[in-house]
């Protein structure tokens, strides 16, 4: 279980190195890609999934390497996802300064995945599915 990002950073640098020793290590492009996707995924689930006031905001997390691809689990109590609430991608944007800020995690790990899913299971949990396949 992590607390915050910093938790995670660490939880996947473990990772990492023992990919390294299994000599499973993917190249640092797509790791610095999948770890793009999975810390966007779980700071909007510590920022949005508890109230503000919340003093733990636990998020359980669990990686997996297969020979083809990584996957994430996270897994939190907190409020279910609301997708009506993040503002719409417009392609017809002609200039960079006109795109809102804020919104855009969810976008951007879909762009670095081949795979994610959300779901809310029936004990009310927020569950997201990471996957990343590995290129080779």
Sequence with gaps: MVEGLDALHALL???????ARIDRLPPEPWRHLFNSALAEIAANGLRHAYPPAATRRPLRV??????D????L????GAPLNLASFP???DNLADIMDVPEGGYGLLIARTALDSLRYR?????ANCWKLVKK???
Excluded: M
Aim: positive net charge; without cysteine; aromatic residues 10%.
């Design 74 to 77: 996270l897994i939190d109590q």
């Design 88 to 90: 719409p991608v417009s």
């Design 69 to 72: 691809r990584v996957e994430a």
């Design 62 to 67: 669990r990686l997996r390497l297969f020979p």
């Design 134 to 136: 590995v290129e080779g």
């Design 13 to 19: 640098e473990r990772f990492w190195k023992d990919a």
């Design 120 to 124: 809310r299971t029936r004990n009310g």
